[in-house]
């Protein structure tokens, strides 16, 4: 087996030196040889590997990561959890590209945001579009009566035009402790990736907004993983976002 010097597999492999010294020390590449004086000395057969090395790193796959998927020796294995890292690393790409997209306001207020997980109370209500406030504040009220804290309110369209049918939502840290009516649903909404799009309080737009979101999630190659959902949140509840939760089309769930 001819080997090559750890020189000769820099240019070979277009890695840097130090870069290959990095891979020794983290255990991702060791040399097929070292001579008593300490040189390195490489193998053909480990140019592939280097680069897929090199390759993984730049779309910053974490070290442990790459470690996994070289301990793993069946080949059909080995191809899945690579398959698995590629994936993820499509995902960040999209992420990105949908970033680049909203920094150079190609979608206006359209954007990407991580929603955080939440406990949330669901109450059925019937009002005219644009009226449930009546009846989110009275609501608030037997929560402050019950010294029960809420964070964010939601609303989740069910039917109707102009006499909507909604679910509102009271976002609260725990259910513990609270005795809570039989006509309400509680949920534990998981935190994932959702399409954000900030809108005012406007009735006659909130159609035309919805349908934003969807165009946009249309155009980008994102699926809707769940309905749209208004979120308010902030002093007062004043600070107004519909929600989208999405997964890509490869139907990994972005959260």
Same mark, same amino acid.
């Given at each position: 087996?001819?080997?090559?010097?750890?020189?000769?597999? &820099?240019?070979?492999?277009?890695?840097?030196? &130090?870069?290959?010294?990095?891979?020794? %020390?983290?255990?991702?590449?060791?040399?097929?040889?070292?001579?008593? #004086?300490?040189?390195?000395?490489?193998?053909?057969? !480990?140019?592939?590997?280097?680069?897929?090395?090199?390759?993984?790193?730049?779309?910053?796959?974490?070290?442990?990561?790459?470690?996994?998927?070289?301990?793993?020796?069946?080949?059909?294995?080995?191809?899945?959890?690579?398959?698995?890292?590629? !994936?993820?690393?499509? #995902?960040?790409?999209?992420?990105? *590209?949908?970033?680049?997209?909203?920094?150079?306001?190609?979608?206006?207020?359209?954007?990407?945001? /991580?929603?955080?997980?939440?406990?949330?109370?669901?109450? #059925? *209500?019937?009002?005219?579009?644009?009226?449930?406030?009546?009846?989110?504040? /009275?609501?608030?009220?037997?929560? !402050?009566?019950?010294?029960?804290?809420?964070?964010?309110?939601?609303?989740?369209?069910?039917?109707? *035009?102009?006499?909507?049918?909604?679910?509102?939502?009271?976002?609260?840290?725990?259910? %513990?402790?609270?005795?809570?009516?039989?006509?309400?649903?509680?949920?534990?909404?998981?935190?994932?990736?959702?399409?954000?799009?900030?809108?005012?309080?406007?009735? /006659?737009?909130?159609?035309?907004?919805?349908?934003?979101?969807?165009?946009?999630?249309?155009?980008?190659?994102?699926?809707?993983?769940?309905?749209?959902?208004?979120?308010?949140?902030?002093?007062?509840?004043?600070?107004?976002?519909?929600?989208?939760?999405?997964?890509?089309?490869?139907?990994?769930?972005?959260?």
């Amino acid at each position: 087996m001819s080997l090559m010097g750890i020189k000769e597999f &820099s240019q070979r492999t277009g890695i840097s030196k &130090s870069a290959l010294r990095f891979y020794e %020390t983290k255990e991702l590449l060791t040399p097929m040889k070292k001579n008593a #004086k300490g040189y390195r000395f490489y193998c053909q057969e !480990q140019v592939k590997e280097a680069r897929m090395i090199a390759n993984l790193r730049l779309a910053e796959v974490p070290l442990e990561n790459i470690k996994q998927w070289q301990g793993i020796q069946e080949p059909s294995r080995r191809e899945d959890y690579l398959d698995s890292l590629l !994936q993820t690393i499509q #995902k960040r790409v999209k992420i990105l *590209e949908n970033s680049i997209r909203f920094l150079k306001g190609d979608f206006q207020d359209v954007s990407l945001i /991580e929603k955080a997980p939440d406990t949330i109370l669901w109450y #059925k *209500e019937t009002a005219n579009v644009g009226k449930f406030g009546p009846l989110f504040r /009275e609501r608030l009220r037997e929560f !402050q009566k019950l010294d029960v804290p809420v964070h964010a309110l939601y609303l989740k369209y069910i039917s109707g *035009e102009s006499l909507v049918h909604a679910h509102i939502g009271f976002g609260i840290q725990a259910c %513990t402790g609270i005795d809570i009516p039989h006509n309400v649903n509680v949920e534990t909404m998981q935190g994932g990736l959702c399409i954000a799009l900030p809108v005012s309080i406007a009735e /006659e737009q909130i159609k035309q907004h919805y349908n934003q979101l969807l165009e946009y999630a249309s155009q980008n190659q994102w699926y809707p993983a769940g309905p749209i959902i208004e979120w308010y949140r902030g002093p007062s509840f004043s600070q107004h976002d519909l929600l989208l939760p999405v997964v890509n089309w490869r139907g990994e769930n972005e959260g």
